[in-house]
């Protein structure tokens, strides 16, 4: 069972950065694609962003241009930089490892305990 453990939330103004960090740990895996998605207060979860096993990301519209998720394979570790953060992006973020692979065989989703980002104006 692969679990993950997220890092880096916290209280920021508005325009300032943040980066988030969720670590995946467990028996012998390989990720295959892992994403953050966050929920708003009131708000259904949305997704955020994604990176593949190749590198290749997508990005929500509304965070396109502003973050930008990448990855460490030997860590294990996938990173969400937020730049010029807005009251709007508040919201707590979570890490979902969608697919990995392990003893011959694919599983997923996981998901992390959240991080809570709060932007002040």
């Known amino acids: 069972q692969v679990q993950l453990v997220e890092s880096g939330g916290g209280l920021i103004q508005a325009w300032g950065s943040l980066r988030l960090s969720c670590e995946a740990s467990g028996r012998t895996f390989i990720i295959v694609d892992m994403g953050w998605y966050r929920q708003a207060p009131g708000k259904e979860r949305e997704f955020v962003a994604r990176i593949s096993e190749s590198g290749g990301t997508s990005y929500a519209d509304s965070v396109k241009g502003r973050f930008t998720i990448s990855r460490d394979n030997a860590k294990n570790t996938v990173y969400l930089q937020m730049n010029s953060l807005k009251p709007e992006d508040t919201a707590i973020y979570s890490c979902?490892?969608?697919?990995?692979?392990?003893?011959?065989?694919?599983?997923?989703?996981?998901w992390g305990q959240g991080a809570q980002v709060t932007v002040s104006t």
């Open positions: 979902n490892l969608g697919t990995y692979w392990s003893g011959g065989d694919y599983y997923g989703p996981v």
